[in-house]
């Protein structure tokens, strides 16, 4: 496999082979099951060869130009080349590419706008909000006071009119749109208009949809947030890690929330990943990718609803589909188990306006992989007799790893 660059040359394998055998039981894990986790995605060799970079020994505290360590004339120019191309890709004023993860990322919007104890707008956890967004578990919960809005218990989308009410009745600090489990695209001029009303910060967290925007298959918020925070590890493709997109007006509030607020040293080979996503979300074949992501969701969505799932909102925009499979006699959690015993593997997740656990699932990295609406079709199908309890759960897990073994994700 000289396509990943950490096993090349065999070292891990001859120094620790204790380790290196776990790598190569996830790789073989990743490459001959359905990787259906709407969080998940393959990054390229360029990017694992980035994070497998001796970048990873260089300590950078503070932003190019102004470290608090010598030697870093490579990596400020990885992180100016990084903060270019995000700027460049999502038409925003400034970028910070320094956040660890999405969590990082949400942490430090509310640091650069808020004070403990303000209050804040954003989707309940129970219709699809992120742990972020008010969990009790979270310092989110604990350091603010979050107020939830729903989606309508008919259509499964946001309910606006409660959105509006809300904004006028608590007047929030700030609002916060974007979701763990929303299908639909969100609509970034209703939150601006609201936010405006009520003189609140509008914080788009868009650590979901952001690959489809890289690539025009979805709305950008960067015209209406005041701050957009974002995963690079989802859609987008690139290394696990997050950022932040702002105006310049709230550049130096952004960076200085991140470092040295909430962060120490950036991770500066994550840091170079992230130029190297970017670099690749710019070209023509990511638009086409992500276009592709859309087709085969609606496609899957299709397939899941005619096999008799009830899937939410009817369908989808994006890569994201949320199902109940409860119609076939099966509850979301022991559905859950059914389908991974069979090699699909994806998450459960709440159903809006029940106590049920529904399924999750997105067509990110199986679109990486190379299939298409006909590989769809064929994954519908399968979910549809393994969930009835049809097909011999055996039987099922070898026409995954047929379909797998004809689409693997690291060819070579
Ligand atoms: C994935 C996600 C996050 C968190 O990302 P991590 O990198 O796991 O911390 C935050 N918000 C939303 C809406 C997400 O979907």
New binding site residues.
Partial sequence: MPVIPALQGDVLRRQDPEVAELLLGELARQSTTLQLTA?ENFTSPAVLAALGSPLANKYAEGYPGGRHHGGCEFVDAAERLAVRRATELFGAEHANVQA???????LAAYAALLRPGDTVLALGLSY??????GSPANFSGRWFDFVGYGVDAESGLVDHAQVRTLARTRRPKAIVC???ACPRHIDYAFFREIADEVGAYLIA????PIGLVAGGAAPSPVPYADVV?A?T??VLRGP???MLLCGSELAERVDRAVFPFTQGGAQMHTVAAKAVAFGEAATPAFGAYAHQVVANARMLAAGLAAEGLAVTTGGTDTHLITADPAPLGVEGRAARGRLAAAGMVLDCCALPHTDARGLRLGTAAITTQGMGQEEMALIAVLFGKVLRGEADVARAREDVRELTGAFPPYPG
């Fill in positions: 969080a660890h993860s999405g969590s990082s990322a949400v699809g909000g992120h742990l972020t967004h974007g979701s763990i967290d868009a650590a979901h925070c995963t590890h989802k696990r890690g997050g």
